[in-house]
C-alpha cells in the first residue's frame, strides 16, 4: 500500500530465520546492521507455540516469488477471482513444485479472495454486496494507482471491460492529497469498506470479474471446479460489520464436506 514489494532475498531469509527459531535453534542473524546469535529465550513457558508443525504458505503472484515458493517448498496462495486463470495458474504453480524437488500432490494451493452470495435476482452491485464484496474489488483500482502515480509495478492484470472504470479511477487519484503521498487517500478503507468517493467506480462489472460474487448455486459450480483442478482450500475475506455473512458462507463449506 504505497510501498514497492519486499525483495525477495529479503523475504527468504526472514522466512528461514523464523523457521529456525520456532525449531527451537540458535542463529546467526543481522539486527540494526549487526551479525548476532538470536533464539527464543523461553519456549518452555509456552508463550511461543515451537511444539505443533506451522506451515509455511507464500502469497505469490509474480513469477520469481513462485519460484521461490516451490524452493521452500511452502504451500501457495493465489489470489485470483476467475476459475479459468486460476486452473491455469496451478498447473504453472504444480510444475514449479516438481522442478524444484517438492511433492505437488502434497503441497496445498489456497485461493484467496472475497466475495458475496447473491440472493436470486440481486445485482452484484447491490448495497449489500457493495458492502460484503466492494472492498475485496476495489483493491484492483488502489493498485492501478499506485501503479500509475508512484511508478509501482502492477500485481494483477486489467481486464478490458474494466479499463475506463480502472482509468476514471486513476484520474481521480491525481487529485488525491496530501501531494507527494496520494497512497494514503487511495488506501484509506483498504479491505475494510468502499470509500465515498470511489463508490461510482466499484461497479457490478469491478465486483463480478474481481470477486467470488454470484448466486449460490453459481459458486458452488466454481469452487468445486477449483477443488477438481487441485486446490485445497479457499480462503474467503470478511470485512468488518460483515461478519455474520460467516453462515453465508458455511452453507457453501457444508456443501462440500
Known sequence: MGLGAVK?????TYIEAVTALLRGETIDFEIEGKRRLIRLLNPELGLVNTTDPIGLYIAASGPRARQLTAKLGAGWINTVAGVAGAIADLKRMRQLWLEAGSDA?????VVLGGGV?????EPADSPRAI???GPRAAM???RAADAALMGLPTIATIPDALAETVAGYVELARQFRPQGAPYLQNHRGHLMFVKPEER???TADLIRLTTFTATEPELKERIAALA?????EIAIQIVPGQEHAIEDWGRIRRAFA
Do not use: M, N, S
Open 105 to 109: 500432490d502434497t503441497t496445498d494451493a
Open 131 to 133: 458492502a460484503q464484496a
Open 140 to 142: 484492483l483500482l488502489h
Open 8 to 12: 525477495l532475498a529479503d523475504l527468504q
Open 228 to 232: 477438481d483442478a487441485g486446490y485445497d
Open 200 to 202: 461510482p467506480f466499484v
Open 117 to 121: 452470495i447473491l440472493e436470486p435476482g
